[in-house]
């Protein structure tokens, strides 16, 4: 059978039902608790699909025995509730980052599509096309080079338009996805914008946030460090999760005696990560 880990207590029989009815209700002013929030082990026909879709490819730095699906429910731009987001991502880090979605959505925090990169076969400039918040993805960092975080599953693009990528060639600014132009100037925090969530992510094991780089620039990227990523990579699962586990506490441990719940904190703790 497979294991499932909810990620919050199952809603009763009428409250379920109540969630099922949402899509026909005027937007709602609390959030429910999805019974579908789950960390589950890939199946053996998602992995193959995954293959098929070119988003696992040779080369990867773990297969599916070391990754984890993660189905949550969240806000979308337009208030209502959906119940169809879906992430992929490393066993290790996978119940934090069913958390760090619950806190979104508790926060309301909008979200305009979370899907697998399947539905792109892998393509990341289609996926930012479409707004999609999404994780693993076999390929190279953007740009060419070393293969992505994005690869180990230990990197996370929220919300592409409202949190672009930015590189600048011969003093032309080049923004992608494209319809995220409008969203190069960071002020003021406009609904989807990564800023009010950064201390979410860094909570849960994600501190390094690609809008804090110089060139590129890259909003929407979450991950941890590289070198992190390697050694849970190359750990057992039960290694990997105890390994994380303390890179998380330490992390929050640093933020504590830092500041607390303040950018400087969070900056100069990401800093810190090996």
Known sequence: MTEIRPGCRYLSTWAFGAALLLAQA???????????DAVIPISAGLCADMKRHHVLNPGAPVGCERLSLVRFGYVGFDERFRDD????????????VLQAFITLRIRKFPIASARLMNE???????????????????????????????????????????????????????????????????????????????????????????GAWHEPIDYQHFQVSRKLAEQLAQSSPADARALFERHVQQYRDCRQKAGGDTDSARQSCAAAEP
Not at 26 to 36: E, F, G, L, R, W
Not at 191 to 210: K, R
Request: charged share 15%; net charge negative; no cysteine.
């Open 26 to 36: 005027p937007a709602q002013t609390t959030v429910p608790s999805p019974a579908n």
């Open 85 to 96: 987001g879906q992430i992929v991502v490393m066993d290790a880090a996978a119940d934090h």
């Open 120 to 210: 792109f076969d892998g393509d990341d400039d289609a996926s930012m096309d479409r707004n999609n918040t999404s994780a693993f993805n076999v390929r190279p960092i953007t740009g060419g080079g070393a293969i992505s975080l994005h690869a180990y599953a230990l990197a996370i693009d929220v919300n592409p338009l409202q949190n672009p990528y930015l590189t600048r060639s011969s003093g032309t600014l080049a923004v992608s996805p494209k319809a995220g132009s409008a969203y190069v100037r960071r002020e003021p925090i406009r609904p989807g914008m990564a800023e009010p969530i950064l201390n979410v992510l860094a909570d849960q094991g994600f501190p390094i946030w690609g």
